[in-house]
Structure formats: structure tokens, C-alpha cells
């Protein structure tokens, strides 16, 4: 017998922690509410569990779409490339579970699995998951490498970023001395006027000319890990 309140209400704080700890992994901090909205929607897709059996095809194509939904719920779009990440981490950490309890009496359907286990101990065991996550991470110092929203402003255009904040060096212009700020320039290029993004995509790509004056740019001589530039 399958209680739909406890179904709920286990799926609701594991889909939570699961989040949680893929945001540790992906250095992006949580905020409450998102979590909250994807631990819903976890919780929600969860009853697919007791549907009637669909087509494999059709269980993991709901099983991804879900996924993607809960992870976009809790962390409204950090960026193709982090949002991967963080969808393969929520997946990551659903598989360490269910793998490592897998137990003789578990059911499946739809790709979902039902666990013989007690609501306590499918708790315990999914908090003892997240906890993992907590001290692989204190080993190895990610919790000092945190991501916020930033906002760069490029003359009238002002575009949201996801910042990554690493206190152990400065970067200064050595013209100025002044700091300066590290920003990518896939994701700047589409609020740059038109010359200008011209300009640069031909600059990156191979052309090794100088920018024409009226462009406004200027280039600084740096030296990094990869030599002198």
C-alpha cells in the first residue's frame, strides 16, 4: 500500500536536498522560494510511479523532462553550460541513492523506483547523501568559491551575469594599476554594438589587427599562466 501524502512528502525533501547539493557541487548558491517551487515539482512527478505502465521511450522522455523542469524551477537559468551541470548532479544524486539501496522488493515503473524502506530511514538516507556532498566539499574548499548575479552595464545596455568570485589573486590593469574584472566574451557579445561585436568575433577567431579608433577599444598588455599577451 502506497500512502500519496508520504509519497509526497518524502519525494518533496529528497527532491530538496538533491538541489541543494547540486548547487554546492556547481558553486551556485540556493535561494529558499526556487527550491521550494523544484522540491514541489519533484514531489509532483513522483506519482508517475503509480501510473499504469507507459512505453520506455515515453518513461524517459518524462523522466528528463521533469528533471529539467524541477532543475530550472530552483535555479532560474544560471547558463546552458551550468544548468547541465546542475541537471547532471540532481540525476548524479538520485542514482547514488537508489543505487546503494537497491534492495531484493524494490519496484519499478516508469523508470521511478519505490524503495522497500521506511519513510525515516528513506530520509536518513537521503540527508546522509546531501551530508556526503557537504564534506567532500569541505575537503576540498569548494565552499569558498561562491557564485552570485551580477549586473555589467555596457553603455545603455545592461546585461545579468553569474559572477564566480575567487579571493586568492587581483587582477589589475597594468597601465592603471586599477582592478579589473574577468568577464567572457560569449556571454557579452550579443549587447555589443554591431562594429564592435564584428570586430571582436574576427579578433578572437584568428585576425591579429588593431582595432580601428572610432571602435573605442584598447588593448592592455597582460602577462598569465599561458605567457605574455
Known sequence: MVYLDVLFL?????S????????LLCGIDAHGPSILAGAFMGAAASFILLAPELPWPLSLVYQLATGAGIVAAAYPWPGKRCFLRLLAWFWALHLALTGALLLPGAQTNNFSVYLPLSPGLLLFCAGGVYLTVQGILRVF?????PCFSAELTLGETSILLRA???TGFSVQEPLSGREVVLVRFAAVQNALPGPLRSYLSAYFAASSTLPPPELGLRFVP???VSGHC
Not at 141 to 145: A, T
Open 10 to 14: 518524502v519525494n518533496f525533501v529528497t
Open 141 to 145: 574548499g569548494r565552499q569558498n568559491r
Open 16 to 23: 530538496a536536498l538533491f538541489l541543494l547539493g547540486s548547487g
Open 164 to 166: 564566480f568570485c575567487d
Open 222 to 224: 597582460c602577462t598569465t
